[in-house]
């Protein structure tokens, strides 16, 4: 949120993107946190606001309503607003790297534009980083597919409109039998479960998922089928540099509140930051955040994601 620590680049482009995140936050974030926290319920209607701003698509391409600006970008938008906006993109990038024309129009274009709301369930309550091990599975069925099985922890899913689901279709197979699907809301075997009274992040809004013969058509494929896994590790290279970038945005934050509570709160007729001990504190705290700035992690990433998709033989990446 607020950069206490001075950014350590130097781009005009950058520096106004830090400050039209920063804008937004203090005008429709600040106000309501501590409600939403109370409530566990994220405003979903921040949505569309958050795509008028181009807050999604930074790493996108023009061809899908993309910025095409970079992940770099898209690393610093997510290091000042720390919310659902990493799971959006997460979830939107695999259908929009296979560049399947009819999904992308569908699903993406509207998703960075914050029309719909998306989810990408992959954890189950068996396997969590294994995701070679799902046991989802999907299925043949006449012109369609029948998914089967149950995730966990899914975040957005008490109000996504579209689930990107991972499921087994060559169950034989650990890696290379794992697709993707398109599966909107209310599609028939398709549930979601009781919201999930989680430890922290109360805002951000998790369920668990149950896939009961749920049938999809043909065309929900995403992507070749089996290269689902190779998809995924790519869509988690990203999420590796956003959830950094989501570290340091709430560790700026962190030290913000003890700055201003150590210069609020006095002692013996001082205020507490005058103290030496506590100034060494800050000064530990700011020199941990600064060494976390988000352009050191993310400049050498790939500037934008790219529109054709890995190999489902050999994993080669296509981002």
């Not at 992959?122 to 369609?144: C, F, Q």
């Not at 996504?160 to 060559?170: I, N």
Request: aromatic share 6%; net charge negative.
């Amino acid at each position: 949120m607020t950069a206490t620590v001075p950014p350590s680049t130097t781009r005009p482009e950058l520096e106004e993107l830090r400050r039209t995140v920063a804008r937004f936050v203090d005008r429709e974030v600040r106000p309501v946190i501590d409600d939403w926290e109370r409530r566990q319920r994220f405003p979903s209607h921040l949505m569309e606001a958050m795509g008028r701003l181009g807050l999604f698509g930074a790493a996108f391409p023009a061809a899908v309503g993309g910025e095409e600006a970079g992940k770099l970008p898209q690393c610093l938008i997510v290091e000042g607003i720390s919310t659902t906006c990493l799971v959006q993109v997460l979830a939107l990038l695999p259908i929009a790297v296979p560049g399947d024309r009819r999904q992308c129009d569908r699903y993406v274009v509207p998703g960075l534009r914050g029309e719909i709301s998306v989810c990408i369930a992959i954890t189950e309550p068996g396997h969590g980083s294994d995701v070679a091990g799902i046991e989802t599975t999907a299925v043949r069925d006449g012109d369609g597919w029948r998914l089967r099985g149950s995730k966990m922890f899914i975040t957005n899913a008490p109000f996504a409109d579209l689930f990107l689901v991972a499921a087994k279709t060559s169950p034989q197979d650990a890696r290379s039998g794992i697709s993707l699907f398109a599966v909107d809301r209310g599609t028939p075997g398709l549930e979601v479960g009781a919201h999930l009274d989680k430890m922290g992040w109360h805002s951000s809004e998790t369920a668990p998922v149950y896939l009961s013969d749920c049938r999809v058509p043909a065309d929900s494929l995403v992507g070749e089928q089996g290269a689902g896994f190779q998809y995924i590790m790519e869509d988690f290279n990203f999420e590796r540099l956003l959830l950094a970038a989501q570290c340091v945005g709430l560790a700026e934050e962190s030290l913000d509140i003890a700055l201003r509570y150590a210069r609020e709160r006095e002692q013996f007729g001082h205020p507490i930051s005058e103290f030496q001990a506590v100034r060494h504190k800050l000064a530990r705290m700011a020199t941990q955040v600064e060494a976390g700035t988000t352009p050191s992690v993310c400049s050498e990433a790939p500037a934008t994601c790219a529109t054709t998709p890995p190999s489902a033989s050999t994993g080669t990446p296509g981002c």
